[in-house]
T-cell receptor, first 111, second 113 residues
C-alpha cells in the first residue's frame, strides 16, 4: 500500500521554508527521500532508519517517527534548484526491503 | 560505471503488440525493480527481483512479465500492449539491505495507441 504524502503541491518564494510529510499504514524499517526534476529520473536525497534519527543534507533535513509511521522532509531557505517532485519511499524491513513510493509532492520555488 | 541503463528511451506500440523493455546495471546489485510513473499516481512497483532466478510481483504486476537470468539484466515484457500501459517506466537497482541507496535508470516513455 502506497504511503500518503502531503501536501500534494506547494509554491514557495526563494528563501521560504517548506515541510513535506509522508505517512504509512504499515510498520516501517526505513524511509527514503528522492527528488525528481521534470523529464528526469528520481535522484536520491537521504535515508532514515527507525530510531527517530534526523538527518541533514545542506539545507534539507528529515525526521522519522517509526511509532507514528511518519517521516517529514524539511526544506529551509529554499532555492530555485529545490523545485521538483519529492517522493518518499518506504521499506518494511522484510527479506527484500522493496521500496514502495508515495504519490509525490510537487514543489515550485519562484524568484 | 554506467550505473543503470534502459533501452529504448521512447517507444510507440499499437494495441496488442508485444515488446521488451531492457534494463541493465553494472554495480553488481542483487536487487532490481521496475516502476511505472503516471500523472498523480507516483511511482508504482510492477515487479522486483532479489537475485538471478528470483522474481516477485509488486503493486501493479498485471500485463507484465519479468525474468532474471543474470545479475546484470532485468527485462520487462509486455505480452499484449494496452492503452492503459502508456506510461514512463523506470528500472532501479540497489543492494538488498534496507539502508542502501536505490539507483534509477533514465526511463522509457511508452505510448500505446
Amino acid at each position: 500500500q502506497q504511503p500518503v504524502q502531503s501536501p500534494q503541491a506547494v509554491i514557495l518564494r526563494e528563501g521560504e521554508d517548506a515541510v513535506i510529510n509522508c505517512s504509512s499504514s504499515k510498520a516501517l524499517y526505513s524511509v527514503h527521500w528522492y527528488r525528481q526534476k521534470h523529464g528526469e529520473a528520481p535522484v536520491f536525497l537521504m535515508i532514515l532508519l527507525k530510531g527517530g534519527e534526523q538527518k541533514g543534507h545542506d539545507k534539507i533535513s528529515a525526521s522519522f517517527n517509526e511509532k507514528k509511521q511518519q517521516s517529514s522532509l524539511y526544506l529551509t531557505a529554499s532555492q530555485l534548484s529545490y523545485s521538483g517532485t519529492y517522493f518518499c519511499g518506504t521499506a518494511d524491513g522484510g527479506a527484500t526491503n522493496k521500496l514502495i513510493f508515495g504519490t509525490g509532492t510537487l514543489l515550485a520555488v519562484q524568484p | 560505471n554506467a550505473g543503470v541503463t534502459q533501452t529504448p528511451k521512447f517507444q510507440v506500440l499499437k494495441t496488442g503488440q508485444s515488446m521488451t523493455l531492457q534494463c541493465a546495471q553494472d554495480m553488481n546489485h542483487e536487487y532490481m525493480s521496475w516502476y511505472r510513473q503516471d500523472p498523480g499516481m507516483g511511482l508504482r512497483l510492477i515487479h522486483y527481483s532479489v537475485g538471478a532466478g528470483i522474481t516477485d510481483q509488486g503493486e501493479v504486476p498485471n500485463g507484465y512479465n519479468v525474468s532474471r537470468s543474470t545479475t546484470e539484466d532485468f527485462p520487462l515484457r509486455l505480452l499484449s500492449a494496452a492503452p492503459s500501459q502508456t506510461s514512463v517506466y523506470f528500472c532501479a537497482s540497489k543492494r538488498t539491505g534496507g539502508t542502501d541507496t536505490q539507483y534509477f535508470g533514465p526511463g522509457t516513455r511508452l505510448t500505446v495507441l
